[in-house]
């Protein structure tokens, strides 16, 4: 396999831009990973909240149960706003090339959403819902941060 490899590499070094192209693909599929691991964790996240909502409907707590019912509904919003964020990349033949130091503010957001996502997990086996609340609103707020910042550059 790995003469297969040598074979493209030797063919990609010959044609101008290839290499920054290649890189660029595998910071593509590092991102794709990343996302993927977050939209694992709000999986896991919702299901706390489904058994929370569970036990306040055996309680008969009705208000308790629609209060984790909205923030389970912005929690599988985030899940997929995350899934289909755009890429920190951009297409071969763009005007807008993204540089070096772009890609790692993109990362930076990337990891401060991984970091919040990791928060609000923590957060939803507690059931203090305020606070569910209010780490939902921070991922939601860098979400949108950070694709803003990619969408500058599409």
Known sequence: MDRIKNIFDKIGSLIPGYKGYADREG???CDKILRDSIVTQLIECEKILYSQMSDALKNKDKLKMSEIEEYRKQTNTLMSKVKFAPYGATSFFSDNQIKEDELFSIYQHDFELADNVKQLF?????????????????????????????????
């Open 122 to 154: 923590d957060l939803s086996s507690t059931g203090v819902l305020i606070d569910i609340n209010a780490q939902l609103k921070k991922c939601f707020d860098n979400l949108l941060k950070r694709n803003n910042y990619i969408n500058e550059f599409k």
């Open 27 to 29: 910071r593509r599929n």
